[in-house]
């Protein structure tokens, strides 16, 4: 009786509890993985990365990716902390209220992936970002849902790799995607870090 208890119990994980076991599972790759931007040195030590706490509001699903209807050229090269350059495509868009406030992210996709728009890539800025959060933006990726849509979930928000270790190269947040709100989900700053 107690293993179809157990598997039921499994079955119905939070959506809280969900984002922080995926946030565990995060820390133990920062700690042990041979691929973890942690320098090699500072990883006995290193003790789990800061999160907001988990919103829900923050969480939208069944949006759609609009096309793009802005001023900036649909393919374009997304600049990288490095100096490098990456060609990138401007997928489309998404539309949706922070705050009772419109706004709306860009949605990126890389001519290195074959610009397939079945993964998307959304940097941000919002007015946690060069405070509490990485100055240059903070990360989503969305995968595309069964239906077409996506889920735009600011609790799984986290950093460019180059915030832990400079050799990384991250693309930088465009300008157009930048939100004039905060957005207290997701990955945080260690304290003292900029």
């Known amino acids: 009786m107690t293993d179809e208890h157990e598997h039921h119990h ?5 959506y809280p509890d969900a984002v922080r076991n995926y946030r565990a599972d995060r820390d133990e790759m920062f700690r042990s993985n041979a691929g973890s931007p942690i320098p090699v040195g500072d990883r006995a030590a290193f003790t789990g990365l800061p999160y ?20 900036e050229p649909a393919d374009f090269e997304i600049p990288t902390t ?4 990456r060609s ?3 997928a489309g868009a998404f539309h949706f209220e922070l705050d009772g406030t419109p706004a709306s992210l860009t949605a990126y996709v890389f001519e290195a992936d074959g ?5 998307v890539f959304v940097p941000f800025l919002d007015r946690t970002s060069g405070t509490e959060t990485y100055g240059a933006g903070r990360y ?3 995968e595309r849902e069964h239906d077409g849509t996506y889920a735009l979930d600011f609790n799984l928000a986290y950093h460019p790799l180059c915030v832990y270790d400079p050799k990384f190269s991250c693309p930088l947040t465009p300008a157009e995607n930048r939100l004039p709100v905060r957005v207290e989900a997701g990955e945080r700053l260690v304290p003292g870090h900029s």
Do not use: C, I, M, N
Not at 10 to 14: C, I, K, L, N
Not at 57 to 71: C, H, I, N, T, V
Not at 82 to 85: D, E, I, K, M, R
Not at 115 to 119: L, N, P
């Open 52 to 71: 907001f706490e988990v919103d829900e509001a923050l969480r939208f699903e069944g949006l759609a990716l609009e096309p793009y209807s802005g001023d």
């Open 140 to 142: 989503l990726d969305l």
């Open 88 to 90: 990138a495509r401007r």
């Open 115 to 119: 610009f397939d728009k079945s993964s």
């Open 10 to 14: 499994h079955e119905h994980v939070s």
């Open 82 to 85: 490095t100096g490098q350059l």
